[in-house]
């Protein structure tokens, strides 16, 4: 009994261990201070360590990433920033999509945009207005078996802002949600 006690602490203080890391980079992206380091960056090998690490969690839920990326596509973009963007991304697709659901990653040279798609059940169109702002959290994701603040989606608002980056949003009540982020030619 004290052991599973001691579980439930554990759980709880890195839940809010983490919350407590998402403030803090919501303020260090608001100081005046914040250097952005962009850079040339190819896409495929980029995102093919970013899948290697994100690979035990997408697995234990028994799910399937893709990437659907050209070889030899470069983008300029701050490689520390995106990861977070993506991080966000990614772990809003595996909290939210179904086991043995998939995530996709693809680009589209013709808009030169990367897409973050997911196969979950959508977010319905009332709450896509306000999907962004600080701790908000649709009412289907606020029940107790879905964890979160609602800081990451406005983490990913700041960082594309911040990076020039369009995001936009496509997902239907029935399923599927896609993340689209246009890069600047």
Known sequence: QYEEKIRQVIREVDRMNQILDQLLQ?????SPNL????????LLPFLGQFQEK????????????????PAG???????????????????NAIKYGRSGGNIVCRWDAATHCLSVIDDGPGIPQTHIPKLFDRFYRSDE???SRVQ???????IVKKLTDLL????????????GTSFLLFFPN
């Open 35 to 42: 250097e952005i380091s962009k850079q040339d960056l190819e």
């Open 54 to 69: 994100w690979k035990a969690l997408v697995e234990e839920k028994n799910m399937h990433m893709h990437l659907d990326i």
């Open 26 to 30: 919501l303020a260090r992206l608001d």
């Open 141 to 143: 994701s606020r029940n």
């Open 73 to 91: 596509i470069h983008i300029r973009t701050d490689a520390v920033f995106l990861d977070l963007i993506l991080g966000n991304l990614v772990g």
């Open 164 to 175: 020039d980056i369009r995001l936009d949003l496509k997902s239907g009540e029935t399923g």
């Open 148 to 154: 979160g603040s609602g800081l990451g989606l406005s």
